[in-house]
C-alpha cells in the first residue's frame, strides 16, 4: 500500500512540475510574440503582425488552462469540471491557432463573418462544456465532444485546403522559383501538424485517461516542444513575411490573367492568325514598345513597393506576352519576378555610391522594397554579399 502511494505521489509531484513548467513556457513565448523589438518592422506586413498577436493570445490561453489545472486539480477533484477545462482551452486554443496559421497562408480568409462564425460556436461550445460539468448531464456530454471534433475538425480542413490550394497556385505561377519563402511555408505547414497531433492527442488523454496523470505529464513535455516549434516557425517566417505577401498578390493576380487568356485564346488545335499569340516577336516589340519600357525604367516605376505584374503592364500599355518576349530578347532574367528585382537591385546599388550615409530602410524605400530585411536578402541572392560589404568592396575599387 505504501508502495502505491509512493508511485501515486511521484506521478502528481512530475504533473505538477510539467504543468507549471509548461505555463511558465507557453508565458515566456506568448511575451515574446508579443514584444518582440522587431514588431515595428512587423508593421509593414499587418497579417503577419495580426498572427504573431493571435498566436501569442493562444499560447496564454494554453498557459493559464494549465495553470489552472495545476492550482485545483480539477481531475481529482471534480471529473467533469477538469474535462471541461481540457476541452475549453484547447478548444479557444484552436480556433485561435486556425485565425493566425489560416489566415496568414490565405489574406482573404479572417473576414468579420468566419469571425462570428467561429466565436458563436465557440461560445456555444463552452456553454455546453460548464453545464455538463453543472448538471452531469450525458447527453450534453456527447454534445460538447461532438461540437469540439466537428468545430476543430472543420477548422483544420479549412486550413489544409487553402494552404494546398495556394500551394498549388503558388507553383503554377510563371515566375515562382524556390526560395526561403518557400521553406518557411513549408515549416509552417509542419508546425500546423503539430498543433492538430497536440490537440488530438490532448482530447484523447482526456476522454481516455482521466484518472492517470502519466499520459499527461507525457503529453506536456511533448507539448513543450511543440509550443517551441509554433513559436520558432512563425518567428522565423517574419524574415519572409514582406517577400511572401508579395509573392501571394503577385499569383493571385497571374491567375486571374491566366484564366482571362484562356478564355480568348483559340482552343487547342485551332488556329487564330490575328491573335496576339502567333504575332512573331519582331512585329511585337516595335521600336514604340521598346520606347514605352525603356521609359517605364527611367521613370523609376520598379520602386514602388506595392507593384504588381498587372500594373506593370497597364503603365507600360503592353499584354504579358509581350512583355515576356521583352525579357527573353533584351535581358538574361528568367522572368518578371526576377526582372524586377534585378532593377531593383541595380537601383539600390547606384543608390549605395551616392548615398552613403543612407540607413538601409531608406535606400530599401528608395528601390521598393518595404524592408531592409528583404533588401539584404534580395541583394545576397543576386551580388553573393550583403549591401554594405558590397559597398565597401566597390567604393575601395573606385578610390
Not at 493566425?100 to 455546453?128: E, P
Not at 514605352?292 to 506576352?321: C, F, S, V
Request: hydrophobic share 45%; proline share 3%.
Amino acid at each position: 500500500m505504501l508502495a502505491i502511494l509512493h508511485v501515486n505521489y511521484s506521478e502528481t509531484f512530475s504533473f505538477d512540475i510539467s504543468l507549471i513548467v509548461a505555463a511558465m513556457v507557453n508565458f515566456v513565448l506568448a511575451a515574446m510574440l508579443f514584444f518582440d523589438s522587431n514588431n515595428y518592422i512587423y508593421s509593414e506586413t499587418p497579417r503577419y503582425l495580426r498572427s504573431r498577436r493571435l498566436t501569442g493570445l493562444a499560447l496564454m490561453v494554453f498557459g493559464v488552462g494549465f495553470l489552472l489545472h495545476w492550482l485545483f486539480m480539477p481531475h481529482f477533484t471534480n471529473l467533469l469540471a477538469g474535462k471541461a477545462l481540457s476541452f475549453s482551452y484547447f478548444h479557444i486554443g484552436g480556433v485561435l491557432f486556425s485565425m493566425s496559421h489560416t489566415g496568414l497562408i490565405d489574406r482573404h480568409y479572417l473576414t468579420r463573418r468566419v469571425v462570428v462564425r467561429d466565436v458563436s460556436v465557440l461560445l456555444v461550445s463552452l456553454a455546453v462544456y460548464w453545464t455538463n460539468a453543472w448538471i452531469a448531464d450525458v447527453t450534453l456530454t456527447y454534445l460538447g465532444s461532438a461540437l469540439f471534433f466537428l468545430h476543430i475538425g472543420f477548422l483544420t480542413w479549412q486550413f489544409y485546403s487553402r494552404f494546398y490550394s495556394i500551394y498549388g497556385q503558388l507553383k503554377k505561377y510563371a515566375d515562382y522559383k524556390p526560395n526561403d519563402t518557400d521553406h518557411e511555408v513549408f515549416w509552417l505547414n509542419i508546425s500546423c501538424h503539430l498543433i492538430i497531433s497536440f490537440g488530438i492527442g490532448g482530447m484523447l488523454c482526456t476522454v481516455l485517461f482521466h484518472d492517470a496523470t502519466s499520459p499527461f505529464t507525457i503529453l506536456l513535455l511533448l507539448g513543450l516542444a511543440v509550443f517551441s516549434y509554433i513559436y520558432k516557425t512563425l518567428d522565423s517566417f517574419g524574415l519572409v513575411a514582406s517577400e511572401a505577401e508579395e509573392y501571394l498578390q503577385e499569383s493571385e493576380e497571374f491567375m486571374k490573367n491566366e484564366y482571362r487568356f484562356s478564355q480568348i485564346l483559340p482552343a487547342e488545335g485551332e488556329e487564330n492568325d490575328d491573335s496576339p499569340a502567333s504575332a512573331p516577336s519582331d512585329d511585337i516589340l516595335t521600336a514604340e514598345v521598346l520606347a514605352r519600357i525603356e521609359q517605364w525604367i527611367a521613370d523609376r516605376h520598379y520602386a514602388d513597393p506595392k507593384l504588381t505584374i498587372k500594373d506593370t503592364l497597364r503603365q507600360m500599355g503592353i499584354n504579358e506576352k509581350t512583355l515576356n518576349c521583352y525579357l527573353g530578347h533584351y535581358t538574361d532574367q528568367p522572368g518578371y519576378r526576377q526582372w524586377l528585382s534585378h532593377l531593383r537591385i541595380e537601383e539600390a546599388k547606384r543608390q549605395l555610391l551616392m548615398h552613403p550615409d543612407y540607413a538601409l530602410q531608406s535606400i530599401a524605400n528608395e528601390c521598393g522594397y518595404a524592408s531592409s530585411s528583404t533588401l539584404v536578402r534580395a541583394f545576397k541572392t543576386q551580388e553573393g554579399t550583403p549591401p554594405m560589404e558590397w559597398y565597401m568592396k566597390n567604393n575601395y575599387r573606385k578610390q
